[in-house]
């Protein structure tokens, strides 16, 4: 396999077709998060807090537009009525927010395995041409083989768990006041960590692999969602020494693009967010002058957001391209199912 050709066209299939960047970056978004965190400052002349035993005081701007002191004694004040239906609202927007990104990530990632196979097939996608594909049975085919592929992960590491706790708890009684129990205690969660922890992570990348592929047979060869894994696993079974290759080249890839992506997030951050919000409080020596930092900041945040999703469409593009070089390969003997009905 010519490694190097399909990541250089999977590169070119990204650069020039940018409707890719779409559902890349909703795949970025929903497929999985990250965060971002800021400081504050300090002055003088402003609200004090007394520190506990050598811990010593410190202020805060005097002009600040509450009393944090105040902050304590109001929050007592709200009845319970008002914090259940605050709680309820919470449960209600986490559970929109989670439909909500097993929708939205099904869709891209559905749509960027269709629209590699018609640039491949046509030379052209479009934006429409991706949520068509993206917006059908395929994507609700991909969402029921996560499912089940979550599932049986997560039934195997409850199996798992039970088992150290066992373990755990049959040191704990064997060692009943003896001085060997903090060492058989050490030596239990060094089984863990040297043993446990390695094989989770092999086997998350082995069923990774597998579930790209399977979400491959479903979109270009209409799989149904057992014999898709079936055919992913005889897929991954028959080349993996290339599947391995490809994995570590593009973990390498990603290092190389996430230390890109951050230094220009330190960069853009620091010169549009956070010097900005220092230079504004310099002036107004007011509190609120931190507020001009939040234009640089969501600026940062979305320019991250798009060489994310650049990438998420990228790395989508080579597990598309390697699949239909694997599947087409005359040696590959490939599941029997039907191709994608044609536009």
Known sequence: MDYGSILQRAAQITWRHRALWLFGFLLALFGGGGGFGGGGGSGNNG???????????????????????????????????????LGI???????????????VSNVAKTALVGMVQQ??????TSVGDGFRVGWSPYA?????????????????ALVVAGIFVALGIGTGVAFTNSNQAGGAFVGLICLTLLIFLPLALI??????????????????????????L????????????????????????????????????????????VAVGFAAYALTQSAWGFVAALPGILV????????????????ETVWTLMFRTLVDRPAQTAPSVAPMPAK
């Open 119 to 124: 640039i491949e097939t046509s030379g052209a």
């Open 140 to 156: 609700f085919r991909n969402f029921l083989m996560e499912f089940l592929v979550g599932l049986a992960a997560f039934l195997v």
């Open 300 to 315: 940062t945040l979305v320019l991250l957001s798009i060489l994310g999703g650049i990438f998420v469409a990228f790395r």
């Open 203 to 228: 086997a998350s990348i082995v069923v990774s692999a597998i579930t790209n592929f399977a979400s491959r047979f479903i979109v270009l060869r209409e799989a149904g969602v057992t014999d898709s």
């Open 89 to 103: 609202l919470l449960v209600l927007f986490v559970l929109v927010m989670l439909v909500l990104s097993i929708i």
């Open 47 to 85: 609200v004090r807090f007394q520190g506990g035993n050598n811990v010593p005081p410190f202020n805060l701007p005097g002009n600040l537009p509450f009393d944090p002191n105040d902050i304590g004694r109001q929050l007592a004040q709200v009845p319970v009525a008002t914090w259940v239906t």
């Open 230 to 273: 079936a055919a992913g696993w005889r897929l991954f079974r028959a080349n993996l020494g290339h599947v391995v290759i490809m994995i570590i080249l593009l973990f390498a890839l990603t290092l190389v693009w996430g230390i890109i992506t951050a230094i220009l997030g330190v960069v853009t951050g620091g010169l549009l967010g």
